[in-house]
């Protein structure tokens, strides 16, 4: 019994070879600009969720400023150099009063942009010196602009409007957003 095989011809083996060797060649190409597109997304997703972070914790200290248990003295709000510095204070033990700066249990906290960072500090009193603690990462992200505006209504709580915008430390992917809350106790 015989059979009767034939297989794939010289000439058609090396027309596959020099399609399929094209293919592979566009190929090559393509995945690395694929990859450097995959990454600069990701890094723009990383800085947005850091911005975002930042505005829902920033949001939830201008939530509570005014706060007061009792009857407080002073403002539970001030904004400064343009809304680029904020000053709060309110009432987290509940007794009544806000504990001045020199206390241990100091009820004021200060925001700023400082540079390319923005900065926090506890028991601030002002928006100038020392003592203020990074709250952005500056090894990979580079504050462009931090704002903070009140907008008044009538017979209704303020909006206090954040305005925040970075890039990579490398200066790609910029983000910005704008977060509003209602300040409750003002």
Request: hydrophobic share 40%; with cysteine.
């Amino acid at each position: 019994m015989q059979l009767n095989q034939q297989g794939f011809t010289l000439l058609e083996t090396l027309i596959a070879m020099a399609l399929s060797s094209i293919v592979l060649l566009g190929a090559g190409r393509l995945f690395p600009v694929l990859q450097r597109a995959v990454l600069q997304q990701y890094q723009k997703e990383i800085i947005q969720e850091s911005l975002w972070q930042l505005a829902f914790s920033l949001g939830k200290q201008l939530q509570r400023a005014g706060y007061c248990h009792g009857t407080c003295s002073g403002q539970g709000l001030v904004l400064s150099e343009g809304g680029k510095c904020v000053l709060l204070q309110w009432d987290s033990n509940s007794n009544g009063r806000w504990e001045p700066t020199s206390h241990a249990q100091t009820e004021q906290t200060g925001f700023r942009l400082n540079g390319t960072d923005l900065e926090a500090s506890r028991g601030a009193s002002h928006c100038a010196g020392g003592g203020w603690e990074k709250l952005s990462d500056p090894t990979t992200l580079v504050i462009q602009q931090f704002k903070v505006t009140r907008l008044a209504r009538q017979s209704m709580s303020p909006l206090l409007i954040i305005d925040l915008a970075a890039v990579s430390k490398n200066g790609q992917n910029p983000v910005s957003l704008r977060h509003t809350v209602v300040g409750y106790n003002l």
